[in-house]
């Protein structure tokens, strides 16, 4: 196996994604910070270097075939081998059955399901070739179904049988797959969907812990390090699982 080993991470200018590609610096990664906007990648890869560590802006539309495959060109031939894929892009665009547009439910599902398809389509002949590889994608407790959310939900049920299937045709080669199913964590995202339901985000925050067991909200550091064990030699025997990171248990 070639001496360096990059991670890229999708989604990674801010919330769950920036605090994974920080952690899987830590780690000891050469780290692709991958988002729609290159520009909005920079406070993320200061803060790694600023660390010591090694991170790369690409600015890519993971839901763009083209725009794929030259972003894991550029990171190969800056950073080395990308031998660890994290599929956190994501959006939302909210709405009731009866309200979503056809739109709301294809620009959802393009980025969450055709991005990560995409990308460890793009990714996984490096992994195959370097006998190594940790593909870990972001579903959500949202899986299981939420009111507003029959587009996000879909991707992220859909992601979960991705997942499993990656890591039925991946595993001989040394290669795992896993899904990370965050409940509610303190980030952007939350904070807009806070506001669809016109909820000041401090008391949406209250709320929401209220129903945890642990009594607090999730932040994005909580994720990040279970995708930094995820990834790590040591988790080469944990494949095609789905953990939910939520504070208590969800069936």
Not at 188 to 205: K, L, S, Y
């Amino acid at each position: 196996m070639s001496n360096i080993r990059a991670a890229v991470v999708t989604g990674a200018a801010r919330g769950i994604g920036a605090a994974t590609a920080r952690r899987l610096a830590k780690d000891g990664y050469a780290v692709a910070v991958v988002d729609l906007d290159e520009a909005a990648c920079a406070a993320t890869v200061e803060a790694i270097t600023a660390e010591g560590g090694r991170a790369l802006a690409v600015g890519a539309d993971v839901s763009d075939a083209g725009q794929v495959e030259a972003a894991i060109a550029r990171i190969s031939a800056e950073l080395g081998a990308p031998v660890v894929l994290v599929n956190n892009a994501g959006i939302i665009r909210d709405n009731l059955i009866f309200k979503m547009t056809v739109a709301d439910w294809d620009a959802v599902v393009n980025v969450h399901l055709r991005g990560a398809f995409l990308m460890t389509k793009a990714c996984q002949a490096f992994m195959t070739a370097e006998k190594f590889g940790r593909i870990v994608n972001l579903s959500s407790s949202s899986a299981q179904g939420n009111r507003g959310q029959a587009n996000y939900s879909a991707a992220k049920a859909g992601l979960q049988g991705f997942t499993k299937t990656l890591a039925i045709e991946l595993g001989k080669f040394g290669v795992t797959a896993n899904a990370v199913a965050p409940g509610f964590i303190q980030t952007d995202m939350t904070a807009a969907t806070a506001a669809r339901v016109g909820v000041p985000f401090e008391d949406f925050i209250k709320g929401a812990a209220a129903q945890i067991p642990v009594a607090r909200v999730g932040q994005p550091d909580d994720i990040a390090a279970t995708i930094s064990f995820l990834c790590s030699d040591e988790a080469g025997f944990v494949s095609g699982q789905v953990i939910y990171v939520a504070g208590g248990p969800l069936d």
